[in-house]
């Protein structure tokens, strides 16, 4: 058994099966009681550009990635002239056999600007330009190289099919490559056959079982032993594998959306596309379905999802950075209107277009103060899958308990990694509408859909409630939410709107704003947000095994930010360390407004590619030894 983990990463063109490889090799994992945390990378052109999947195995949970690869399955060259460097030594590389003499020069899918950086790694390394050369050099660095014929393997598994042309079974070469993996690290075949059944559709699990027999013996019968070796965990605990953006969608699920309206957009789309798939819910009250509307642009999409909330459906919608843009108007209108409405934003590679398939967390400050003028909005910004799932679910109380947009900020780190976790427990959750008036409560009174009351919170009646008459506008209002110029009522309108953030300040429990880890007393503290959450504890609980001391505070409520408790906490330390996957530490900043408090050290990432555990411990022991400089930018990742 694995006692420190495994990394395996899987790499090739878009499109050659390196995502599917890479959920057969984590369903096959986690048939056998392990845990699994995979990081998928792929570029925005839809086919043929260099992806890769990065999975770590360990019999306890895990919580990010790491810089090293113990086994490398290439699917291609370019994947081995990028990664080669990553694997470490006693790794292994699985490589097609007939590319050793491919020039890597000629690759035409490389990058200019990665051609640079290939030229003076060759020239500083002294590497010729044959993939053979590259794997020579891998050799000297006490890499285990397999050279796998696939195409000989594709004959015999074509001939035991009965399929002349191999053009129609090259697909399974993904196959193959988790088979001889699997091989070299001696792990159950009927696990791996299992994850095979279930992943494939039923017409061609066929032919990846015998694509997977033909790599297993041959791995099998011509590789020698290999450092690592996998075997099963007893284990007794449900558990499930999944990703962020299907975090979201069973939790809004479990929250109660009955209404969810999006634009495809990359990442949040997938997210949408799992709603559409299991609209039909089985619930304690029987049947039921969530309505799923691809609208015809984002501004529909967003005044949509507030008209649904209006009418009294629990309503979402789901995007990206460019989408959100295109939202602001639309958001504007839901916070003058009070409207209980929730906006799923995942973040990515920014401005514009920017990369729009590769990981962001700079969208803090936009989702804070999109839309002009001022109107509340919660903001709450989930660290891992878990969180995703129970944020999603618990946004919709915050929303309908407070009659303001809430935005649940989650990154495309978050929203395309894979993980294994104990099945969630949402018998607890409760579902709060807030102050709802019935048909009932509304006869003989004049209903005054923003009546002024202390809390700012105005009991409302659905759209179509009976006795109950609505005027809904973007100008401002009075009571009865007719259209006010008038000074005084105008005062009084923003401050209503604007004290609910004090209410939602005072009323939501800290335990629901923070997590604490690590030595919270400790004059050495880290803050952050978002996906990098995973990679700090990680980082911290190595960096407490060398006697270094050190807390973290994970800020999940931004807006209203806990700036009581921070300012208490933060100004006994003699280190406040910013670790963010942005340009400017954008958390920092609105620490340093809301508290005057400002971070001494700066850990920062902004190359499309998420922090790993190894970068974040790299620079936390350099600060805590005083070699640091304020501010560290983390480069790890092809």
Known sequence: MVQNGLNWMAGGPQGSGVDTAANVFGKACGYGGLYVFGRREYHSNIKGLHSYFHLRVAPRQVLANVDDVDLLAAFDAETVVRHVGEVISGGGIIVDAQQLDVNVLTIQTLPPEFRVELRDFMDREHVGEKLGDFLRY????????????????????????????????????????????????????????????????????????VALEYAYDYAEKHFGSFKRTLSQVPSNEERIFLTGNQAVAMGKIVGGCRVQTYYPITPAADESEFLEAHEVLHTRNGEEAIVVIQTEDEIAAVNAASGAALAGARAATSTSGPGFSLMVEGLGWAGNSEVPLVITYYQRGAPATGLPTRHGQADLRFALHAAHGEFPRIIIASGDIEECFYDAAKAFNFAEKYQMPVIHLIDKALANCA???????????????????????????????????????????????????????????NEFGHISEEPLNRRRMVEKRMVKLELVDREVPLSEKINVYGNIDSENIVVSWGSPKGAIIEALSLLASEGFSLGFIQIRMVNPLPAAYLKRVLGEKKRIIDVEDNYTGQLGGLIREKTGLAPHYHVLKYTGRPATTTEVYNALRLILKNEAPERQVLMFGS
């Open 419 to 477: 993980q294994t976790y104990p099945v969630f427990n949402y018998a607890g959750f409760k579902i709060e509408r807030g102050e709802v008036l019935a048909e009932k409560d509304l006869e003989g009174r004049e209903y005054k859909r923003f009546r002024f009351t202390e809390t700012g919170i105005s009991p409302r009646a659905f759209l179509g409630t009976k006795n109950g008459v609505h005027w809904y506008t973007g100008d401002e209002h």
């Open 138 to 209: 891998a050799e000297k660095r006490g890499i285990h190289v397999y050279a796998v014929p696939y195409m000989e393997l594709l004959e015999g598994v074509g001939e035991k099919l009965g399929i002349e042309k191999i053009s129609k079974i090259t697909r399974v070469i993904n196959t193959l490559t988790v088979g001889a993996s699997f091989a070299l690290l001696r792990y159950s075949r009927e696990l791996v056959e299992k994850a095979v059944r279930s992943t494939f559709p039923e017409k061609t699990i066929q032919m990846n079982l």
